[in-house]
């Protein structure tokens, strides 16, 4: 519940510069900021995730060169189907963009999140660390989402930190419901296997 509480209040709050300095931990997560920069279009990224409506896509994924350092920005959701024909003609690299969003943190890598497939450009992981290693830049800690819907009308928005769920008691409670079915097939196994040596 404290997560959550602190996620709403940052929210609110906006920034009167992008943390650029100091930004080493996760102190900024979540609040608004406005950040101006030219976006690198040859470096798009899809980031596989689903919507708040449970649907399979990708997430768009920017990085913005400003005048400090290079940023990445979450420009907007669409679906899986659409990655093919999917094209930035609404992206002019020689323009400089405006754009305004609450900030990401970069995740951190765990053992069971899937390696990235850089052949088809498809990411699973929001990891600065690793998209800097791949586009041999240097970039903020920190990730831009877009959240007016208005910035890019072609992509879909979307970042309510209210929808955010304390899911820890479901989460328990699905463990032990597997462990369960987990332990009846290994004693299924088990008594199949005496049976099949009696015989």
């Known amino acids: 519940m404290n997560i959550i509480n602190s996620v709403e ?6 920034l009167d510069k992008f943390p650029f300095e100091g ?3 996760k102190e900024f ?3 608004q900021v406005e950040l ?3 976006f690198i279009k040859e470096k798009l990224m899809y980031f596989f995730k689903s919507n ?3 649907m399979s896509g990708f997430e768009i994924v920017l990085p913005l060169k400003t005048k400090e350092k290079y940023v990445y920005v979450i420009l907007g959701w669409i679906p899986y189907d659409f990655k093919k024909s999917f094209n930035l003609d609404f992206i002019d690299s020689n323009k400089e963009f405006i754009v305004s969003g609450a900030l990401i943190y ?3 890598r765990k053992p069971l999140i899937p390696e990235n497939e850089y052949s088809a450009s498809i990411w699973y992981l929001l990891n600065t660390y690793e998209m800097d290693n791949f586009h ?3 970039s903020s800690p920190y990730i831009l989402k877009i959240i007016d819907q208005n910035q890019f009308e072609n992509l879909l928005i979307e970042f309510e930190p209210s929808n955010i769920t304390n899911n820890h008691l479901q989460y328990a409670v699905t463990w032990f419901l597997l462990s369960i079915v987990i332990l009846i097939m290994y004693i299924y196994y088990i008594r199949q296997g005496i049976t099949k040596n009696e015989v």
């Open 52 to 54: 708040l409506s449970g």
């Open 36 to 38: 101006k920069g030219s």
């Open 23 to 25: 930004s080493i931990d």
């Open 29 to 31: 997560e979540f609040m």
């Open 106 to 108: 970069s995740k951190e």
């Open 9 to 14: 209040k940052n929210y609110t709050l906006k």
């Open 136 to 138: 041999n830049i240097e």
